[in-house]
């Protein structure tokens, strides 16, 4: 008796939160129909299926490429410069005089950041540790993924079962 008391308790503070959501009594409702042809046939499925689009993940993925790339661009600082200049000029007749010149020029330029007061190394440290973070904060997110997919699988077997001890008694 006191579970149905209790349950009766727990429908009218449903329908309270209904009307407070909706702005309107809830009466004559439809049961929906449920595509459970849409659910994953196993818990391996499922859990592909979310370690493959959860957003989570996705823009982990995404921040781990960007620190990777921002690595790259630090580690290009401590690499040498080398430019080539190439330049060429043709005259005739300048300045109304009867003449031809012609001229070509290469500069090649090497330049080395010897030393940045190791602005440059630690930089390189930092966005090392950067990528540290990212993926062991990719990894939390996948392990809680993985337990909330397994939680949920573990929840809809449950109900299924009592479901169909209900429906026999």
Same mark, same amino acid.
């Given at each position: 008796?006191?579970?149905?008391?209790?349950?009766?308790?727990?429908?009218?503070?449903?329908?309270?939160?209904?009307?407070?959501?909706?702005?309107?009594?809830?009466?004559?409702?439809?049961?929906?129909?449920?595509?459970?042809?849409? %659910?994953?046939?196993? !818990?391996?499925?499922? &859990?592909?299926?979310?370690? =493959?689009?959860?957003? +989570?993940?996705?823009? #982990?993925?995404?921040?781990?490429?960007?620190?990777?790339?921002?690595?790259?661009?630090?580690?290009?600082? %401590?690499?040498?410069? !080398?430019?080539?200049? &190439?330049?060429?000029?043709? =005259?005739?007749?300048? +300045?109304?005089?009867? #003449?031809?010149?012609?001229?070509?020029?290469?500069?090649?330029?090497?330049?080395?950041?010897?030393?940045?007061?190791?602005?440059?190394?630690?930089?390189?440290?930092?966005?090392?540790?950067?990528?540290?973070?990212?993926?062991?904060?990719?990894?939390?997110?996948?392990?809680?993924?993985?337990?909330?997919?397994?939680?949920?699988?573990?929840?809809?077997?449950?109900?299924?079962?009592?479901?169909?001890?209900?429906?026999?008694?």
């Amino acid at each position: 008796a006191s579970e149905r008391e209790s349950n009766i308790g727990l429908k009218f503070a449903a329908e309270t939160r209904y009307l407070k959501a909706v702005g309107q009594e809830s009466e004559n409702l439809t049961r929906p129909v449920l595509k459970y042809t849409l %659910l994953p046939k196993s !818990l391996q499925q499922a &859990l592909e299926t979310a370690l =493959t689009r959860h957003p +989570s993940l996705i823009t #982990s993925k995404s921040d781990l490429e960007a620190a990777i790339a921002e690595k790259n661009i630090s580690k290009a600082s %401590l690499w040498p410069n !080398l430019t080539l200049d &190439l330049a060429a000029n043709n =005259t005739s007749n300048v +300045s109304g005089t009867k #003449s031809y010149t012609k001229t070509a020029s290469a500069m090649l330029n090497f330049s080395y950041n010897i030393f940045n007061g190791g602005a440059d190394a630690a930089k390189n440290r930092e966005t090392s540790s950067n990528i540290s973070k990212v993926q062991e904060k990719g990894e939390e997110i996948q392990r809680n993924i993985r337990e909330a997919v397994e939680s949920a699988w573990h929840t809809l077997n449950s109900s299924r079962r009592r479901i169909k001890h209900i429906e026999r008694h």
